[in-house]
């Protein structure tokens, strides 16, 4: 039996989170649920320049309404001392070493060791360096990046979503860790913090997959091989035209969705469900797609975001939504009282939005602009409107009785009633809407001379 997990979603507060972010975050949060775990929110801000706390406000918020509530949040900003020691460490073993080149001449070695069809990996040229060499470099002002110096041997790890999966570390380059002006890259912050914290699972993009090898031997080198984690990379969620997504444009974020009226439980899902075998559907609740997560089910092939299909099961969320989940919602719109319940189960199934049932609660309550399409019938109509107290009877009654009076059915006897009733074409069901709509209104509308010719918008 599987220890309770920790995990951690872990965005770099340099833009609004998209809905690939949320995918990981997700997947992360969800796994933490089901298996009773921890769900950390870790900022990675060591990028001084780009990173922004209004970023970090964004980001939270954004999470809160999809219903993500971390047991822990930190920034690594407030923890570069921890990242110092470990850099020291590392130093001590013989594990990282300063280099000086500048980027332009490691172009020029990566471009001729390419033209010689070698693979571009550093190398290791700083390790033949001696004292001499780092004074003369030292002396002309250059400032060395560091090194983590790779064991060559193979990786190997058993990937939650991709099985035995393995990689030759003699075929990367030893990775950069620390810059020349002393600020850290994402690796080594990411792993001492993953030690810290006891991070048991790391569930990422599989953009993320060759950086595994690297952190494997950063985890070993600092804590042992008991501390390196399960690892689980998930294909990636592109634009509908295979483009990947990103932060700073803005695409497809998580504040454009929300305010475009998606539903957070239908993003959920379709984030979480998209790119699996499972099929996509709406789901009650965040425990409800916890249950269903699988991260075996994810497929290798990259997920596709379709708007269209999003929209779809956004409202196919709206239309099964029980009131008390909407009822804070509706009171925010000014929807309650005694009517406020059967309103809700009356019109979901016909909403779009949430934002649709304001119009429908002017159908009910407010003032609508009647369509008239023949008045005698309307008149007829009016006279027999049974007496209140109305339920959901009366409209199956009422009806019964005009088609005795004037013969018809179908059509010819329904769709007049509904345009003048709600000024629209189509809608909820009449049965439903009747009650609510009450005998003093529906009177009024049926009796409309000078109604306008369109719906009320």
């Not at 239309?319 to 979901?348: C, M, N, T």
Request: proline share 6%; glycine share 6%.
């Amino acid at each position: 039996m599987m220890s309770p997990p920790i995990v951690r979603f872990a965005p770099s507060p340099t833009g609004r989170i998209h809905i690939g972010n949320a995918r990981t975050a997700l997947m992360n949060f969800l796994f933490a649920r089901k298996h009773h775990g921890q769900f950390i929110l870790r900022f990675d801000d060591t990028d001084v320049e780009r990173s922004r706390e209004e970023y970090a406000q964004a980001i939270e918020v954004d999470l809160a309404w999809l219903g993500i509530q971390p047991d822990l949040t930190f920034r690594q900003s407030q923890r570069v001392p921890f990242y110092h020691a470990a850099a020291e460490m590392l130093r001590a073993a013989d594990r990282l070493y300063p280099c000086y080149e500048t980027a332009e001449e490691l172009e020029r070695r990566r471009k001729r060791q390419q033209a010689r069809g070698l693979p571009p990996v550093y190398d290791r040229a700083a390790l033949a360096l001696t004292a001499e060499d780092h004074a003369r470099f030292e002396a002309e002002g250059r400032r060395p990046h560091w090194r983590f110096r790779l064991d060559h041997h193979i990786a190997r790890w058993n990937d939650l979503v991709r099985g035995e999966s393995h990689i030759d570390c003699a075929s990367l380059s030893d990775p950069v860790l620390l810059r020349e002006d002393g600020s850290y890259l994402y690796t080594l912050p990411s792993v001492v913090d993953d030690i810290e914290f006891r991070v048991s699972h790391i569930i990422r993009g599989e953009d993320h997959v060759t950086n595994t090898a690297v952190q494997i031997q950063l985890f070993e080198a600092l804590a042992g091989p008991g501390a390196v984690p399960t690892f689980g990379h998930h294909n990636l969620l592109t634009s509908a035209t295979g483009e990947g997504l990103s932060k700073r444009s803005g695409a497809l974020s998580i504040a454009a969705l929300r305010d475009s009226g998606i539903e957070a439980l239908a993003l959920a899902a379709f984030a979480v469900l998209t790119g699996t075998s499972d099929s996509v559907h709406p789901v009650p609740s965040l425990e409800a797609l916890a249950a269903v997560l699988d991260l075996a089910h994810v497929s290798r092939n990259q997920a596709r975001f379709d708007p269209a299909e999003l929209a779809g099961i956004s409202a196919r969320t709206l239309h099964q939504l029980p009131y008390e989940a909407v009822r804070e919602r509706l009171v925010a719109h000014d929807i309650s009282g005694h009517k406020a319940e059967a309103f809700w189960l009356a019109v979901r199934g016909n909403l779009t939005v949430f934002l649709d049932v304001v119009d429908w609660w002017r159908v009910v309550e407010g003032e609508i602009a009647p369509i008239v399409e023949d008045p005698e019938f309307l008149d007829v109509a009016g006279a027999l409107l049974p007496e209140e107290p109305w339920d959901g009877d009366t409209w199956a009654q009422w009806t019964a009785a005009l088609k005795t009076r004037t013969s018809r059915k179908g059509k010819a006897l329904f769709h007049p009633l509904r345009l003048a009733l709600t000024g629209r074409e189509e809608g909820p069901e009449l049965a439903a809407l009747l009650p609510l709509i009450g005998r003093i209104n529906s009177e009024a509308r049926l009796s409309a001379r000078d109604a306008s010719a369109h719906p009320a918008p």
